[in-house]
């Protein structure tokens, strides 16, 4: 039964409780954007004054060569300012980043009842859950976007537990991500002056996630938001765009002469993921590595896909800066469970602090 879309008792229950989603509800045909998703001037997203993120892709195949240094300090560098930066020669097959964009819409254009069986509540496996906004049982107002995440434990449980429609692609670009995160992370440990072996780092992205967010077409893209102003809470996110592109950067670290403060635009490069910097390696890296807020546009003219995952800690791992760092540096962080870290940032999303302060020493 289609909602009053004047009505938001019967709109959230159609979009959220019933598993419709905002594409759902964009199938009943809109011709102006419901008021539960209408954002305060303050969190919307003016995309005519925004700029664009102006730094080339770094090439990570000449991390085996004789440009080592120089990839590292790159590398390096961009985490330590803005906290994102774009990678090309990343090991991960373009054909494989076409196939995932095509899975993506694949699942999401399914009939709302092959999307709801996966909804929080119901959901047949505690790996998968299909949702849309953030939390919108507590945000003022909801996100324009529906998502399917899947965690990761091992292989066999991913093939049987995960959608038939995006299984075995989704934990391909997961399989191969993780060699190019190691590669990372060693390069961001060296620049510190640190060296931890897999025995270290396995657990600092033991828990792993595939998310695949779906962004329908909105009649009003200045009044909305695709997701809202947030920090990744783990290690690094690896995030596949497709062209259409919409994610925005908050500079707090002075990059470009007149940026700090504002927002920018990391543009979608063919071939390329984006990386971004969790609160989790902020807090191990003693604040030299930087987890910005970021967010994400909607658009009017065509639906939009994106596909991170996210490497964060064993829940039961404790996460404070490394010992090297705070002996040289002293720090302003203390040590935490990331259970509780979690815990926290849930339960105070949406109270305008970043997650990051919950950390302060």
Same mark, same amino acid.
């Given at each position: 039964?289609?909602?009053?879309?004047?009505?938001?008792?019967?709109?959230f229950?159609?979009?959220?409780?019933?598993?419709?989603?905002v594409?759902?509800?964009?199938?009943?045909g809109?011709?102006?954007?419901?008021?539960?998703?209408?954002?305060?001037?303050?969190?919307?997203?003016?995309?005519?004054?925004?700029?664009?993120?102006?730094?080339?892709?770094?090439?990570?195949?000449k991390?085996?060569?004789?440009e080592? !240094?120089?990839?590292?300090?790159?590398?390096?560098?961009?985490?330590?300012?803005?906290?994102f930066?774009?990678?090309?020669?990343?090991?991960?097959?373009?054909e494989?980043?076409?196939?995932?964009? !095509?899975?993506?819409?694949?699942?999401?254009?399914?009939?709302?009842?092959?999307?709801?069986?996966?909804?929080?509540?119901?959901?047949?496996?505690?790996?998968?859950?299909?949702?849309?906004?953030?939390?919108?049982?507590?945000?003022?107002a909801?996100?324009?976007?529906d998502?399917?995440?899947?965690?990761?434990?091992?292989?066999?449980?991913?093939?049987?537990?995960?959608?038939?429609e995006?299984?075995?692609?989704?934990?391909?670009?997961?399989?191969?991500?993780?060699?190019?995160?190691?590669k990372?992370?060693?390069?961001?440990?060296?620049?510190?002056?640190?060296?931890?072996d897999?025995s270290?780092?396995?657990?600092?992205?033991?828990?792993?996630?595939?998310?695949?967010?779906?962004?329908?077409?909105?009649?009003?893209?200045?009044?909305?938001?695709g997701?809202?102003?947030?920090?990744?809470?783990?290690?690094?996110?690896?995030?596949?765009?497709?062209?259409?592109?919409?994610?925005?950067?908050?500079?707090?670290?002075?990059?470009?002469?007149?940026?700090?403060?504002?927002?920018?635009?990391i543009?979608?490069?063919?071939?390329?993921?984006?990386?971004?910097?969790?609160?989790?390696?902020?807090?191990?890296?003693?604040?030299r590595?930087?987890?910005?807020?970021?967010?994400?546009r909607?658009?009017?003219?065509?639906?939009?896909?994106?596909?991170?995952?996210?490497?964060?800690?064993?829940?039961?791992?404790?996460?404070?800066?490394l010992?090297?760092?705070?002996?040289?540096?002293?720090?302003?962080?203390?040590?935490?469970?990331?259970?509780d870290?979690?815990?926290?940032?849930?339960?105070n999303?949406?109270?305008?602090k970043?997650?990051?302060?919950?950390a302060?020493?």
């Open positions: 039964m289609a909602p009053s879309l004047n009505d938001a008792e019967s709109l229950n159609f979009v959220v409780k019933n598993g419709n989603g594409k759902g509800m964009v199938d009943l809109l011709s102006k954007v419901p008021e539960p998703y209408i954002q305060p001037p303050q969190e919307r997203i003016d995309k005519q004054t925004a700029r664009t993120y102006a730094q080339p892709p770094i090439d990570l195949s991390l085996d060569g004789p080592h !240094e120089r990839v590292v300090e790159e590398i390096a560098r961009t985490a330590e300012t803005l906290g930066f774009q990678v090309v020669n990343h090991g991960v097959p373009i494989l980043l076409e196939s995932l964009k !095509e899975a993506a819409h694949t699942f999401f254009g399914q009939l709302p009842e092959k999307k709801a069986v996966y909804c929080k509540g119901v959901s047949p496996s505690p790996l998968v859950k299909y949702g849309t906004s953030f939390v919108p049982e507590k945000e003022k909801l996100e324009w976007k998502y399917i995440s899947m965690i990761y434990t091992n292989d066999a449980e991913a093939l049987e537990q995960w959608p038939q995006c299984k075995k692609v989704a934990l391909d670009y997961l399989r191969t991500s993780i060699k190019m995160v190691r990372l992370l060693e390069a961001l440990f060296k620049n510190l002056g640190v060296t931890l897999d270290k780092i396995d657990p600092l992205i033991g828990t792993k996630m595939v998310n695949m967010n779906y962004y329908p077409t909105c009649p009003n893209p200045d009044l909305t938001v997701v809202g102003r947030h920090s990744d809470l783990g290690i690094l996110t690896v995030l596949l765009q497709d062209g259409i592109g919409g994610l925005y950067v908050k500079v707090d670290e002075d990059i470009d002469s007149g940026n700090k403060g504002q927002w920018i635009e543009p979608p490069v063919p071939g390329a993921l984006v990386i971004n910097v969790g609160d989790s390696l902020q807090i191990i890296s003693n604040g590595y930087k987890s910005a807020e970021h967010r994400v909607t658009t009017s003219t065509n639906s939009r896909v994106s596909i991170p995952i996210f490497t964060m800690p064993r829940p039961t791992e404790k996460i404070g800066p010992p090297q760092l705070v002996e040289r540096e002293g720090t302003g962080f203390k040590e935490l469970v990331f259970q870290y979690m815990n926290n940032f849930f339960s999303a949406h109270d305008g970043k997650s990051l302060e919950f302060l020493a």
